[in-house]
């Protein structure tokens, strides 16, 4: 048997760094994001995805079942077409009708499931769900690219490159809901279960088998087969709110690990003195053509966002041009060598960087996906002292303590939870209803709140909560953050500075998500599996190579 060998390790980047809102907004998909684990896998098992039901019309309207099999288990999606009038199209959570919605089903659906679904599906959060429904989700379809691509196989030829460079999908989806959301099964039924025993597993299992979907919905209505190029760069759209946001903040010991496992990554690739010729290579190819391609294919209304990635493009020409020649490549510690000037220039600059020395490295991080599923929650000791519990938040949360949380603008927004669509919503404190319901996202406040409370003498942690229960909460993260250092977002979440949008980008990141296209501070558009493997690449060991993707000319 092979000994194993812990991989050298430099420094981690320190969580006062790491954690802060404007990073968390620069991240960049890697090879540890969750889309790149599932496609690996699927590889890995040669998974082959089939189709033993296609109903639809020639305009595209009707049913389809797909089923494939990961890590010993069937599973399938049910697609529903709809015909829908464009005054409902619509990307908002208000939305009740959609072009097209789907289900992931456990196993492989008899004739009576499918006609539930087809009958429950299109209702979404008014339908009727049950354990064997895994995932839950709907789409629009991006009318200008999908006519195009329709029209242009009709007339016998491939559609032009511009558009799908530009847009990227064929449809977005606009909520892909899982763990027991709307009555469907709780993620207990299949967290054990392997291929789906990561996080979001089943969620992006559904994504990838509805690009497919879309890719033979367009081929059927336009009556000829789109080229594998052009299939294998159209990824699934993706429009994410609020709803996403609070997750971050619920969930203190997934992020920890998720992102302790990146940091841990990084950290073994800075560690590495010399690098090897594949490596090298791999570095100069991704940062010679994928890297400034897909720059220059990211463009995005918003003025502000389009000047900044403008501005990444420029700096990391400069950058690559001074770190990741033969020469700089060549010489001792590379990596962390480029990662200290990289941090130099700024944080969308070194997040990018960040991504990209990773590419090369597949014995050093792959292995680290498994430590990013959180199976059991917080488990480990408690404070019992107050004298304790001072120390500790002095020691990991002395950034709350700097905060007047009294200020007008410190305390402007409040989370809660809309009654009608069950979805957050962000309001303002000093001009509307409601901060009486507020969601407890507000964990710095909190904390110092407890800290004041404190008596000035040592006393049981147990009799202090007993007269001021109302402290249980910011006790249980100052113990989860002894112990897990990556687990807060530093940063007031209810002050007026606060971007959710930047929590967005962190998460849809971790997701694998490319092309962040803000419609405000709020939410934003994306794209999912753009660049992924097709399924009959699978089994071909081709399947990882699609970091940053870029249509060639």
Not at 27 to 56: C, H, I, K, Y
Not at 228 to 242: D, E, F, Q, S, W
Request: glycine letters at 6%.
């Amino acid at each position: 048997m092979k000994d194993w060998i812990t991989p050298a390790e430099a420094e981690l980047r320190p969580p006062s760094d790491v954690m802060r809102l404007s990073r968390l907004g620069a991240m960049f998909p890697t090879r540890l994001s969750f889309l790149r684990t599932l496609m690996r896998r699927l590889d890995r098992e040669g998974a082959t995805l089939n189709r033993p039901v296609w109903q639809m019309n020639a305009e595209g309207h009707g049913h389809a079942v797909y089923t494939i099999r990961l890590g010993g288990h069937d599973y399938a999606l049910v697609a529903v077409s709809n015909e829908l009038d464009p005054s409902q199209r619509t990307d908002r959570v208000i939305a009740t009708a959609w072009d097209a919605a789907f289900v992931l089903y456990d196993g492989v659906p008899d004739e009576a499931e499918v006609a539930r679904i087809r009958r429950e599906a299109p209702k979404q959060e008014a339908g009727r769900f049950g354990p064997r429904d895994l995932v839950l989700s709907r789409a629009n379809k991006s009318v200008r690219l999908f006519t195009h691509v329709a029209e242009a196989l009709r007339a016998g030829r491939q559609p032009d490159e511009d558009p799908i460079r530009e847009i990227g999908y064929l449809m977005r989806t606009t909520a892909v809901y899982g763990n027991g959301k709307f009555g469907i099964a709780d993620r207990t039924r299949i967290a054990a279960r392997p291929g789906l025993d990561g996080p979001f597993m089943a969620e992006m299992l559904t994504v990838w088998m509805i690009r497919n979907f879309t890719h033979d919905l367009v081929s059927h209505v336009g009556g000829a087969p789109l080229e594998p190029r052009l299939r294998r760069h159209l990824g699934i759209g993706n429009a994410t709110g609020l709803g996403m946001a609070p997750f971050l903040v619920t969930h203190p010991v997934l992020l920890n690990n998720w992102m302790l496992a990146r940091e841990t990554a990084l950290a073994r690739v800075r560690a590495v003195e010399v690098l090897t010729e594949d490596q090298k290579t791999c570095l100069r190819n991704l940062a010679d053509t994928r890297v400034p391609r897909h720059l220059a294919e990211w463009q995005v209304p918003d003025p502000a966002h389009q000047a900044r990635i403008e501005a990444l493009a420029k700096d990391f020409a400069a950058f690559r041009t001074r770190h990741l020649t033969d020469a700089a490549l060549a010489r001792s510690n590379p990596i962390d060598r480029a990662l200290r000037a990289a941090a130099e220039v700024g944080q969308d600059l070194e997040e990018l960087v960040v991504a990209l020395v990773l590419e090369p490295f597949p014995d050093l991080v792959d292995g680290l996906e498994e430590c990013m599923a959180d199976p059991l929650g917080y488990v480990g000791p408690g404070l019992h002292r107050t004298g304790a519990l001072r120390d500790a938040i002095e020691d990991r949360f002395g950034w709350a303590l700097k905060t007047d949380y009294q200020a007008p603008d410190a305390c402007r927004r409040f989370w809660y939870v809309s009654a009608e669509k069950l979805e957050p919503r962000l309001g303002d404190r000093h001009a509307e209803p409601g901060a009486e319901r507020e969601s407890p996202l507000d964990v710095a406040r909190r904390v110092r709140a407890l800290y004041e409370a404190l008596p000035d003498e040592d006393t049981c942690l147990t009799t202090f909560l007993a007269t001021a229960p109302e402290h249980m909460m910011a006790v249980e993260r100052v113990e989860i953050a002894l112990s897990h250092p990556y687990s807060e977002i530093r940063d007031n979440l209810i002050a007026e500075t606060c971007l959710p949008i930047d929590m967005l980008r962190a998460k849809l990141s971790l997701f694998g998500a490319t092309r962040f296209d803000p419609k405000s501070d709020l939410w934003t558009r994306i794209t999912l599996c753009q660049g992924a493997p097709l399924p009959e690449e699978m089994g071909t060991g081709t399947a990882d190579d699609w970091w940053l993707p870029a249509l060639a000319p």
